[in-house]
T-cell receptor, first 115, second 115 residues
Framework: DQQVKQNSPSLSVQEGRISILNCDYT??????FLWYKKYPAEGPTFLIS?????DKNEDGRFTVFLNKSAKHLSLHIVPSQPGDSAVYFC??????????????FGKGTKLTVNP | DVKVTQSSRYLVKRTGEKVFLECVQD?????MFWYRQDPGLGLRLIYF???????EKGDIPEGYSVSREKKERFSLILESASTNQTSMYLC??????????????FGPGTRLTVT
């Protein structure tokens, strides 16, 4: 059962325009959401996060929006730059059956920003 | 700066071999994780550890075991490597109850090929 879904495997955007990456989740117990960015042959790096008590968090060109009622979050990148080309993973924090916290990742969206 | 290092970037092993993947973090983090990343499947949690000598199964533990004898080191063991374990293996660590909750820091990954 896929609890965190990124339905778009890829997205292509022109440099300077807005990139919007979407993520849906099914578990209403998730209380924290994160976005990671991954370049080829490197490990993922943390980008931005949002607590379930907020609906927006902004950090420079990156903004994450959370709609709890729709169980949906999105990452906006404005303006997009060629260096933003990477795979973006959405993740949600939840509890395992043993009561420990873990991250549940989506399958990722490959963003390509064209010059 | 948090540093997570993995013993090898690339590894080629034969079917049936016992394989050890090593991970070391230098930030005194309590939690450590092993994931595998496959195209179209995202990051899937294999095992994690929240303390020395403690471990908990993730989503896909079959065919793997782990060892955590020291806080900074977390090893992933493939008891008898099979071709379906060819993958990118990512190690991560995180602190408990500090900063952006649940943020994990990843190593660069080990690309394992089993022939």
């Amino acid at each position: 059962d896929q609890q965190v879904k990124q339905n778009s495997p890829s997205l292509s955007v022109q440099e300077g325009r807005i990139s919007i990456l979407n993520c849906d989740y099914t578990n209403s117990m998730f209380d924290y959401f994160l976005w990671y960015k991954k370049y080829p042959a490197e490990g993922p790096t943390f980008l931005i996060s949002i607590s379930s008590i907020k609906d927006k968090n902004e950090d420079g060109r990156f903004t994450v929006f959370l709609n709890k009622s729709a169980k949906h979050l999105s990452l906006h990148i404005v303006p997009s730059q060629p260096g933003d080309s990477a795979v973006y993973f959405c993740a949600a924090s939840g509890l395992t059956q043993g009561g420990s916290e873990k991250l549940v990742f989506g399958k990722g969206t490959k963003l390509t920003v064209n010059p | 700066d948090v540093k997570v290092t993995q013993s090898s970037r690339y590894l080629v092993k034969r079917t049936g071999e016992k394989v050890f993947l090593e991970c070391v973090q230098d930030m005194d983090h309590e939690n450590m994780f092993w994931y595998r990343q496959d195209p179209g499947l995202g990051l899937r949690l294999i095992y994690f550890s929240y303390d020395v000598k403690m471990k908990e199964k993730g989503d896909i533990p079959e065919g793997y075991s782990v060892s955590r004898e020291k806080k900074e080191r977390f090893s992933l063991i493939l008891e008898s490597a099979s071709t379906n374990q060819t993958s990118m293996y990512l190690c991560a660590s995180s602190p408990i109850g500090q900063g952006p909750a649940y943020e994990q820091y990843f190593g660069p990954g080990t690309r394992l090929t089993v022939t």
